[in-house]
T-cell receptor, first 113, second 111 residues
Framework: DQQVKQNSPSLSVQEGRISILNCDYT??????FLWYKKYPAEGPTFLIS?????DKNEDGRFTVFLNKSAKHLSLHIVPSQPGDSAVYFC????????????FGKGMKLTVNP | EADIYQTPRYLVIGTGKKITLECSQT?????MYWYQQDPGMELHLIHY???????EKGDLSSESTVSRIRTEHFPLTLESARPSHTSQYLC??????????FGSGTRLTVV
């Protein structure tokens, strides 16, 4: 069974607008969450993370929000740029991120100029 | 500049052949992982290692094997490749609570 779910396979937005990528999880033991970006023919690269003791973490244009009661997190990209077009993976871990990561299926983001 | 290297990037091989996918990292990370990913699907953990001479199977059953004789090296071996092994294989490493650093992956096609 999938412990980390990204239910929307794709998202298309206009350059300059906000991109919102969603992720749900089922395992209440997860306490550390990460987002990775992946371009074709490359490995995923780390984007941003959040610990369960926080509900928001910001890094430049990227903000991750965590709603523990709903077991839901989201990644906001503002403003979106064409170079952001990639597949985004949500991942979760226990023990503050020291244990192995569990990944979602990914969501393909396309930012149109 | 990549700190974790996977070779080959692409491999097309016949059924029944033995193959080894190489993964090396220069960061001194103690933890290393192999994930398998089919297009449009999640990354599935197939093997991991928390240090030299320590290897464990992941959540997804795999016919592959791994070894960790040196900290920096974590090769994956398939004794007899089959078409069902066609997939992308991603190696990663980590230390402490930092996120993973991934290699560029090996796209394997077994014909």
């Amino acid at each position: 069974d999938q412990q980390v779910k990204q239910n929307s396979p794709s998202l298309s937005v206009q350059e300059g607008r906000i991109s919102i990528l969603n992720c749900d999880y089922t395992n209440s033991m997860f306490d550390y969450f990460l987002w990775y970006k992946k371009y074709p023919a490359e490995g995923p690269t780390f984007l941003i993370s959040i610990s369960s003791i926080k509900d928001k973490n910001e890094d430049g244009r990227f903000t991750v929000f965590l709603n523990k009661s709903a077991k839901h997190l989201s990644l906001h990209i503002v403003p979106s740029q064409p170079g952001d077009s990639a597949v985004y993976f949500c991942a979760a871990s226990t023990q503050g991120g020291s244990e192995k990561l569990v990944f979602g299926k990914g969501m393909k983001l396309t930012v149109n100029p | 500049e990549a700190d974790i290297y996977q070779t080959p990037r692409y491999l097309v091989i016949g059924t029944g052949k033995k193959i080894t996918l190489e993964c090396s990292q220069t960061m001194g990370h103690d933890k290393m992982y192999w994930y398998q990913q089919d297009p449009g699907m999640e990354l599935h953990l197939i093997h991991y290692s928390y240090g030299v001479n320590s290897t464990e199977k992941g959540d997804l059953s795999s016919e592959s094997t791994v070894s960790r004789i040196r900290t920096e090296h974590f090769p994956l071996t398939l004794e007899s490749a089959r078409p069902s092994h066609t997939s992308q294989y991603l190696c990663a490493s980590s230390v402490g609570t930092a996120g993973y650093t991934f290699g560029s992956g090996t796209r394997l096609t077994v014909v």
